[in-house]
T-cell receptor
């Protein structure tokens, strides 16, 4: 069982380039999430998808777009990358959302550097 | 001021020690309290999940929530080198948005 799979694992971009981070889960979960993790800041929610066909903004959505392609896949797009978006990006999923949105199952992250 | 405050450490203890990890928070609407463990270069994994105040025990791990003081703790008994990781507290008011602490790095020396 793969759980949550993120691709790529590492990426270096130049300022202004665009990129899509891919995430897929094989647990038949309804809800999916994108977080960024920065030193001293903890995990911060970028966007989430409560269920297939819906997406909503989290704490730090500026500069990002998302697509819930189907129940399994949830992608994160940087249209014009900026150095401030250098971070480790984690995708997560949970069986349900709302009050019972735990446990969230996380992928192993995408390490993104923007020069 | 952050909604959730957590001492980043690092915290270094000898094998077999009792470890105490703590978080404070400011939002009284938080009802769900979690502890995640994160190994280097890996995603977080859920360790403990509690609702409202009180204690919860699971093996060597005990989670405590004191809502009156807005303070949560994780205790690890008989700590092992395999417990060396970053521990993240997390809190949720009942919606989709979970707020994470910055994490405490723990080193358990053999």
């Amino acid at each position: 069982n793969a759980g949550v799979t993120q691709t790529p694992k590492f990426q270096v971009l130049k300022t202004g380039q665009s990129m899509t981070l891919q995430c897929a889960q094989d647990m038949n979960h309804n809800s999916m999430y994108w977080y960024r993790q920065d030193p001293g800041m903890g995990l911060r929610l970028i966007y989430y998808s409560a269920s297939e066909g819906t997406t909503d903004k989290g704490e730090v959505p500026n500069g990002y777009n998302v697509s819930r392609l189907n129940k399994r896949e949830f992608s994160l797009r940087l249209e014009s990358a900026a150095p401030s978006q250098t971070s480790v990006y984690f995708c997560a999923s949970s069986e349900r959302g709302g009050a019972s949105n735990q446990p969230q199952h996380f992928g192993d992250g995408t390490r993104l550097s923007i020069l | 001021q952050k909604e959730v405050e957590q001492d980043p450490g690092p915290l270094s203890v000898p094998e077999g020690a009792i470890v105490s990890l703590n978080c404070t928070y400011s939002n009284s609407a938080f009802q769900y309290f979690m502890w995640y463990r994160q190994y280097s270069r890996k995603g977080p994994e859920l360790l403990m999940y509690t609702y409202s105040s009180g204690n919860k025990e699971d093996g060597r791990f005990t989670a405590q929530v004191d809502k009156s003081s807005k303070y949560i703790s994780l205790f690890i008994r008989d700590s092992q080198p395999s417990d060396s990781a970053t521990y993240l507290c997390a809190m949720n008011a009942g919606g989709f948005k979970t707020i994470f602490g910055a994490g405490t790095r723990l080193f358990v020396k053999a």
